[in-house]
């Protein structure tokens, strides 16, 4: 297969460079030389054997509260929507410190090794404080253990998610789990984990596809989830951003600012939510009182300047008060431009309808300040791959969606006003000729490489392959239902895709 080269010259001359490598037909990954656009600072001397030491041990790594590692989908952050209360030890930021780092490599054809058995215990009593408040409750502590036997005390325990949550206490009276680890006790070298009862490839095969892509996203795999001792299903495990190690091998620095988009919670009344569209809220950043702090919860950084969304702020403002003649060069300048089109065409294939820009939530930014820019990070990818229903009236892309969705005008019929009409990040980026150009020619890269039956297809049965042998009947009913819904929707959704590229320049 040819490879495709995407080239872009932007202020200071500096030179950007994208290259989708092909082999095999199907096998796409992206050329780890892109200093700039993967926030590798050449002049930064690199370590050839990547070892990442323990959150603690960063000397960036200031953030280290268990309590700024919550859901924010959920209300058990217990951390004021980021803001931290206790008495302030300093106001002065750390030094930057860059230490040796190499940018991470995929191969699309890396697959999970096996499916462990992992187990929560709690407490009876635990257990019930959880159920009384499933949205709100504190975390529990518990023991967990892995898939070599090894456990992991004093790990903090709670539920996860929001209306996903609800709907599945409801309808199968399972539980979706966040599991949090001591800073010297983490388990795989990340203090927390989430463990979604998906008895399907979705977000798996979501996640996968991004990350062959090189856009950021947390690992995952299947695993067989036990609460003391009793299998509960067949479940996703899969690391969270807010996690120093995990922006540290990502990134290549773990003391930028992360906030995670949104709050939309079940217990919410439409008025108290908050969304996160990348509008304007104000010139204020840094009083208690600032419009961004609702809408973007700042993960990290909250100890040390719990008030500060400067960061956020000022990029958005930016954003939407920078003239046409010079947004190309700003966007290229502050933002991880690269990455976000790959996300686009990917989000646009699987019909990724619960997430940026179909509804502001379901993501995470991250300011890096190794390559100085702001990077989109995808977030519950699980709503994927679907046709749209009439029992269904959320999702609104399904197989027939434009490739252009939500990013030309407003597509998506409103069941919620307060969520907005404006998508200024990715609207006013596909505006400008040239990216709307390069979107084009990614997703044409990514549809003869990935976005395809024959590789989509082959990669649902080699991971059924290895999970179908572990899991219930019950779940294996599910999983091959899901598996023949994922695969027809593909078929389908590239006859769609592929015709309206051959009708594009």
């Known amino acids: 297969m040819a490879c495709v080269a995407y080239k872009k010259t932007i202020l200071m001359s500096a030179v950007w460079l994208l290259v989708l490598s092909c082999s095999n037909d199907s096998d796409l990954s992206l050329s780890a030389n892109n200093a700039a656009n993967h926030g590798n600072d050449p002049n930064t001397p690199h370590a050839s054997d990547n070892t990442v030491s323990t959150d603690s041990s960063h000397p960036s790594a200031t953030d280290t509260d268990p309590h700024n590692h919550g859901d924010s989908n959920n209300a058990n952050n217990n951390d004021n929507n980021g803001v931290d209360t206790s008495p302030q030890t300093s106001t002065d930021p750390p030094p930057l410190v860059f230490l040796p780092w190499d940018p991470p490599t995929f191969n699309n054809q890396e697959l999970p090794a096996g499916m462990p058995v992992v187990n929560i215990e709690i407490s009876a009593e635990d257990t019930q404080s959880l159920d009384a408040n499933p949205y709100t409750a504190d975390d529990v502590l ?24 609800k709907n599945l206490i409801e309808l199968t009276g399972l539980r979706n789990w966040k599991v949090k680890f001591a800073a010297n006790n983490m388990y795989l070298n990340r203090r927390e984990w989430n463990f979604n009862y998906e008895p399907h490839f979705r977000q798996k095969l979501a996640l996968d596809l991004l990350r062959f892509a090189d856009v ?7 695993v067989i989830l036990q609460v003391n001792g009793r299998n509960q299903g067949m479940y996703l495990q899969y690391e969270d951003p807010d996690s120093k190690n995990w922006l540290f091998d990502m990134f290549g620095y773990d003391d930028g600012d992360l906030y995670k988009a949104a709050l939309d919670t079940p217990l919410q009344k439409d008025h108290e939510k908050c969304f996160a569209t990348f509008e304007t809220l104000g010139t204020d950043f840094t009083s208690a009182q600032n419009g961004y702090m609702c809408h973007y919860n700042k993960k990290t950084n909250h100890k040390r300047a719990p008030y500060d969304y400067t960061t956020i702020g000022e990029f958005i403002v930016a954003l939407n008060n920078t003239p046409e003649s010079e947004i190309e060069d700003w966007f290229y300048a502050n933002f991880d431009v690269e990455s976000f089109l790959s996300y686009l065409a990917i989000s646009n294939f ?9 509804r502001p939530k379901n993501f995470w930014i991250y300011h890096n300040p190794r390559s100085q820019n702001l990077i989109f990070i995808p977030w519950d990818l699980d709503n994927t791959f679907y046709e749209t229903s009439i029992w269904d009236q959320y999702n609104q892309m399904g197989t027939t969606a434009s490739i252009f969705y939500e990013l030309d005008k407003h597509d998506y019929r409103e069941i919620h006003p307060i969520e907005g009409t404006e998508r200024p990040l990715a ?14 020619d990614r997703y044409r890269a990514l549809v003869a490489s990935m976005l395809n039956p024959a590789y989509l297809g082959a990669r649902i049965d080699e991971l059924n392959a290895i999970v179908s042998p572990h899991i219930s009947s019950g779940d294996r009913t599910e999983l091959s239902s899901a598996n023949t819904d994922m695969k027809s929707f593909v078929e389908k959704r590239h006859t769609h895709v592929t015709n309206q590229l051959n009708a594009q320049p």
Not at 216 to 222: E, T, Y
Not at 350 to 358: E, R, T
């Open 142 to 165: 518990g023991v967990f253990t892995d898939g070599n036997g090894k456990s992991y005390a004093q790990a903090r325990i709670n539920y996860r998610g929001a209306f996903q949550l």
């Open 216 to 222: 950021r996203v947390p690992s995952a795999q299947h």
């Open 350 to 358: 699987i019909a990724n309808w619960d997430s940026y820009p179909q």
């Open 427 to 440: 609207r006013r980026l596909i505006k400008i000729p040239a990216v709307r150009q390069a979107y084009i």
